[in-house]
Structure formats: structure tokens, C-alpha cells
């Protein structure tokens, strides 16, 4: 059985206990207001439907969203801003580089020995740690110093044999998972703060000069020659090992997605210097909305709750950061309507209390008797005693929820493909010039990274059944889906060696 396949049965699966469920429920007639919970349930999968009618609806919103952000600034919730990246590895870079890490769950430093060809990467430290909570909430001068000042540890560290790159230097590649307006390849300056960072002086500055001043105070002899996000580092990495790579994919705790343009097509920058012809394009898509997304009232809610309502409309349908909350709300009005999770428990009305890898592990759950949920029903929500048939519904609600995102992220990466002309649509329709078709459709790779993805079998799988079926049996095995591990550290150093390196120059 094929992977899709295999996640079509166990949706079916799920279905079929529920059904089964539910007439236990209504003969025995146990619980109040088992044909309300029933209700609940029914009308929320019929609002998360994705047929492939409405997935398509979705690509093409994407596509008319990522027209209007490259036609003007504002144009569309999607910001499609700049990253100055028009170079991007070939596989060719020698030397050592050093990378920064910041933004995502620990603060990094990296040292990278590039080989050169064919791709090779032969040496890697890493040093990681969480950044302090107090320097999240302090001066630019003290984060900045004490990211400077982990830098030169890690340096002074260095095997004495050790050679640095070129000129005696060192390059260094810094992504800064943040929204910043790209001024070039090496410098921005920060729009706002995100993930409990909060430092007002930092706001509107240029991050990398903040770095660089520091750096030079500790006399570290070293040059930001890249400031970018994890995003385009995902993408570097992934064209570094395979060259018909076109776009990069986050979907973690948040989500974010970057390819690459040609420079022409960036209307709102007319005469936009590229060495290449092209540029990577970060998109900023958790932003995207469109009124073909299925929306409940749940999200709703959520985003009503949320500290930035109206904001990440698309991230608060896909993301980590919002799964299980999602679960979490289904869940309680259920509780509200019936006694089939007993006395009502004060836990299901603790927003973020049912994480994500929790909801997942509910969902992927394969013993017979439905144990771990149980016991998450039990430990997390204080959810005690829970029968069978009611803990086959909760790994319904989690089926639906991660099937829509699932393929909603499916649609959006469908999207960016049409968008470049890489879905096969704007192909030749006759029959009798299948095989000549077939020959003109390009390999594409979308380079993908995040903890959603990579940790959550079933999300993957409906990822992969809706490319399927947007993209039709003749284009699928020409768009290929690789995970790509550690873009945040590895593609930063990359971009800094294609920076130094001019063979790479009109490598897009
Ligand atoms: P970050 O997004 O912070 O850079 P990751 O890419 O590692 O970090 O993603 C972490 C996110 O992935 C978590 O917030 C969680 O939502 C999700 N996640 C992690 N493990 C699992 C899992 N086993 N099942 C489902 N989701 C998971
Ligand atoms: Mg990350």
C-alpha cells in the first residue's frame, strides 16, 4: 500500500469506529447529549472540508496573493519582501564559515568546513545554548554583546590548526528569524520583536551593523556577509545538495515559505540589480488569507484570543503553535454540550494547555484500547476515565485538524509551483503530446524543515495525498518533497561562502 493510501484507510478507519460509535452511543443512550456531541463533530469536519475543488480554489488565491505583494508594497497580506539572496550555492564552495543562529528555540553558533565538490559539508561544530530570558527584554547593546561575546568563546575555542577562510577573515552568515526589511544581502533593519522577544531600542535599526559594532569592540576580525531567515537558509541548504531546488518550506511551530523569483517579475523594486536574473522572494505566507481557507468558528475564536488578531491567518490554520489549541476548543464545546467527558474539567478551558506533539501522539495512537489517549485525557486535561468510544472521537477531532492543515499547506506549496510555472498547467492539454509533455516538465524540489513536519507521520502523509491530487498522476513524481535539516545553521554559512565565492555568481 502506498503512502497515500495508507492515510486514506486510516482516516477511513477512523471514520468507520466513530460511525460505530455513535450508534453504540445512540442506542444505549448513555451520555446526555451524545447526538449534540455527534452534532459538534459533523459540523466541524463539514466546515474543514478540503475537497481538491476547494484546494485548487486555494492555489489560485495563493498565486493572485503573491502577484499583489510583488506589484507593490501593501498590495497583499503576503509582504513577499526582498532577501538581496540573488546567489545561492552551488555545491562548489571551499573553506571555513561561521554561522548565527537566532530565533528559533536555542540560540546557535556554527563553524562550517565546506569541501567543495560535490556538496560536501566535512566539518560542523555547533554550539547551542537558550538565550538568557532576561536579555530577551533588555538593550540591543546587551543581547548583541552577549551573542558577540559567544562568538569570540567559540572562536578562541578553535583547534590552533585550523585554517580561516579566505583573506584571513572570517565570512559569517547570520539568520535572524525575524521580520526584517532586507536593505542588502547583509544588512536590515528589524520591523518588530516576535516570540517573547521585546527589545524597543532594537526597532528600526540595522541589525547586523548592532552585531558587527559589538563584534568589533571584543576585536573579532569577522564580517556579516549574509543577514537572512530560516526560511532562505532552508532554501540554501536545499539547492547546496540538489540543484533543482525551487522554494523552502517551514512548517513547525510556526510556518513560513521563500523561492526563487526572477528579478523582473518584483514589480514593486523596477530595476532591481541581480547578478543572477533572480531572487529569493521570502514570502511571509503564515500572513496569507484568502475566503476559500476553511474557517470555523474555532478559528475564529482563536484568533479573537490571540495576541495578534487578524494577523497569521494561514499560520492559525497550519501551524504547531495552533494545532492542538484548535483540538483543544472542539473539545470543550463538546464538554459544554454533554457530559461524555464527565464533570467538566477546568483544564479544557487552559488555552495552549493540549500541545501539538500531545495532540499528534493522540492521533498516531495504534493500541487497540486507545491508551495513550487515555492517559493524555487523563495527565494533561485531568480527563479521567474516558470510554472507548469517546476516545475514538478525540482522535477524530485531531484527524480533522491536521488533514485540513495538511492540505492546506499542500495547496499553498501547489501555489508558489504554479506561480513559477513548475504545476504543469501551463503545459500542452492534448492527449496525443502526453509523452512530449512529460519530457519538458522540469524536476522540482521544494526543500521542507520544521518540526511539524518532520516529527508527525500522519501530517506528512495528507501533505503528500493532497500534492497528489492537486498536482495529477502525470506532474506528482516530477515535484519532489525533501526534507531539509538545519537550514537555519548550516544554509547561513552556505549563503556566506556563495557570497565569497565568485564562481557562484549567476548560479540561480
Ligand atoms: P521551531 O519552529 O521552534 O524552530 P521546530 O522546527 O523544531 O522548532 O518545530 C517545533 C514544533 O514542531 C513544536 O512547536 C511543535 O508544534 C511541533 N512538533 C514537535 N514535535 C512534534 C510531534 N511529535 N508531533 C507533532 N508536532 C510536533
Ligand atoms: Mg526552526
Known amino acids: 500500500?502506498?503512502?497515500?493510501?495508507?492515510?486514506?484507510?486510516?482516516?477511513?478507519?477512523?471514520?468507520?469506529?466513530?460511525?460505530?460509535?455513535?450508534?453504540?452511543?445512540?442506542?444505549?443512550?448513555?451520555?446526555?447529549?451524545?447526538?449534540?456531541?455527534?452534532?459538534?463533530?459533523?459540523?466541524?469536519?463539514?466546515?474543514?472540508?478540503?475537497?481538491?475543488?476547494?484546494?485548487?480554489?486555494?492555489?489560485?488565491?495563493?498565486?493572485?496573493?503573491?502577484?499583489?505583494?510583488?506589484?507593490?508594497?501593501?498590495?497583499?497580506?503576503?509582504?513577499?519582501?526582498?532577501?538581496?539572496?540573488?546567489?545561492?550555492?552551488?555545491?562548489?564552495?571551499?573553506?571555513?564559515?561561521?554561522?548565527?543562529?537566532?530565533?528559533?528555540?536555542?540560540?546557535?553558533?556554527?563553524?562550517?568546513?565546506?569541501?567543495?565538490?560535490?556538496?560536501?559539508?566535512?566539518?560542523?561544530?555547533?554550539?547551542?545554548?537558550?538565550?538568557?530570558?532576561?536579555?530577551?527584554?533588555?538593550?540591543?547593546?546587551?543581547?548583541?554583546?552577549?551573542?558577540?561575546?559567544?562568538?569570540?568563546?567559540?572562536?578562541?575555542?578553535?583547534?590552533?590548526?585550523?585554517?580561516?577562510?579566505?583573506?584571513?577573515?572570517?565570512?559569517?552568515?547570520?539568520?535572524?528569524?525575524?521580520?526584517?526589511?532586507?536593505?542588502?544581502?547583509?544588512?536590515?533593519?528589524?520591523?518588530?520583536?516576535?516570540?517573547?522577544?521585546?527589545?524597543?531600542?532594537?526597532?528600526?535599526?540595522?541589525?547586523?551593523?548592532s552585531l558587527q559594532q559589538e563584534m568589533s569592540l571584543k576585536g573579532l576580525n569577522m564580517r556579516v556577509s549574509a543577514l537572512i531567515n530560516d526560511t532562505v537558509g532552508t532554501l540554501a541548504l536545499g539547492r547546496y545538495h540538489d540543484e533543482d531546488t525551487v522554494a523552502a518550506v517551514i512548517i513547525g511551530t510556526g510556518t513560513n515559505a521563500c523561492y526563487l523569483e526572477r528579478a523582473d517579475a518584483i514589480i514593486k523594486c523596477q530595476g532591481l540589480f541581480s547578478n543572477s536574473g533572480g531572487m529569493v522572494v521570502n514570502m511571509e505566507w503564515g500572513n496569507f488569507w484568502s475566503s476559500h481557507l476553511p474557517r470555523t468558528k474555532f478559528d475564529v475564536d482563536l484568533d479573537a484570543d490571540s495576541q495578534n488578531p487578524n494577523d497569521q491567518g494561514f499560520e492559525k490554520m497550519i501551524s504547531g503553535m495552533y494545532l492542538g489549541d484548535i483540538v483543544r476548543r472542539v473539545m470543550l464545546q463538546m464538554s459544554q454540550e454533554s457530559d461524555v467527558f464527565g464533570p467538566a474539567s477546568s483544564k479544557l478551558h487552559e488555552p495552549f494547555i493540549l500541545r501539538t506533539p500531545l495532540m499528534a501522539a493522540m492521533h498516531e495512537d495504534d493500541s487497540p484500547d486507545l491508551r495513550e489517549v487515555a492517559r493524555i485525557l487523563r495527565d494533561i486535561l485531568e480527563i479521567p476515565d474516558v470510554p472507548l468510544n469517546v476516545r475514538k472521537l478525540v482522535v477524530k477531532v485531531c484527524d480533522v485538524v491536521t488533514c485540513r492543515a495538511a492540505r492546506l499547506v499542500a495547496a499553498g506549496i501547489v501555489g508558489i509551483l504554479k506561480k513559477i510555472g513548475r504545476d504543469g498547467s501551463g503545459g500542452i492539454t492534448s492527449a496525443k503530446m502526453k509523452p512530449l509533455r512529460q519530457d519538458r516538465i522540469k524536476r522540482t524540489v521544494v526543500a521542507i524543515e520544521g518540526g511539524l513536519y518532520?516529527?508527525?507521520?500522519?501530517?506528512?502523509?495528507?501533505?503528500?495525498?493532497?500534492?497528489?491530487?492537486?498536482?495529477?498522476?502525470?506532474?506528482?513524481?516530477?515535484?519532489?518533497?525533501?526534507?531539509?535539516?538545519?537550514?537555519?545553521?548550516?544554509?547561513?554559512?552556505?549563503?556566506?561562502?556563495?557570497?565569497?565565492?565568485?564562481?557562484a555568481v549567476g548560479a540561480l
Request: hydrophobic share 40%; net charge negative.
Open 1 to 209: 500500500m502506498g503512502r497515500s493510501a495508507v492515510a486514506i484507510a486510516a482516516g477511513c478507519a477512523v471514520v468507520a469506529c466513530v460511525a460505530s460509535a455513535m450508534m453504540v452511543g445512540r442506542r444505549a443512550r448513555r451520555w446526555r447529549g451524545w447526538s449534540r456531541v455527534v452534532r459538534v463533530l459533523e459540523e466541524f469536519e463539514e466546515s474543514c472540508a478540503t475537497p481538491v475543488g476547494r484546494l485548487r480554489q486555494v492555489v489560485d488565491a495563493m498565486v493572485v496573493e503573491m502577484h499583489a505583494g510583488l506589484a507593490s508594497e501593501g498590495g497583499s497580506k503576503l509582504k513577499m519582501l526582498l532577501t538581496y539572496v540573488d546567489t545561492l550555492p552551488t555545491g562548489n564552495e571551499e573553506g571555513i564559515y561561521y554561522a548565527l543562529d537566532l530565533g528559533g528555540t536555542n540560540f546557535r553558533v556554527l563553524r562550517v568546513k565546506l569541501g567543495g565538490q560535490p556538496s560536501a559539508v566535512i566539518g560542523c561544530e555547533i554550539d547551542e545554548q537558550p538565550i538568557p530570558e532576561q536579555l530577551m527584554t533588555s538593550t540591543s547593546e546587551e543581547l548583541f554583546d552577549y551573542i558577540a561575546a559567544t562568538l569570540k568563546d567559540f572562536v578562541d575555542r578553535e583547534n590552533e590548526t585550523s585554517e580561516p577562510s579566505r583573506g584571513g577573515g572570517r565570512e559569517l552568515g547570520f539568520t535572524f528569524s525575524f521580520p526584517v526589511k532586507q536593505t542588502s544581502l547583509s544588512s536590515g533593519t528589524l520591523i518588530r520583536w516576535t516570540k517573547r522577544f521585546s527589545i524597543e531600542d532594537m526597532v528600526g535599526r540595522d541589525v547586523s551593523q
Open 454 to 503: 518532520t516529527n508527525y507521520t500522519m501530517f506528512r502523509e495528507y501533505l503528500n495525498e493532497a500534492m497528489e491530487q492537486i498536482l495529477g498522476e502525470d506532474i506528482t513524481p516530477h515535484v519532489i518533497i525533501k526534507i531539509t535539516e538545519d537550514g537555519s545553521g548550516i544554509g547561513a554559512a552556505l549563503l556566506a561562502a556563495s557570497r565569497a565565492s565568485s564562481s
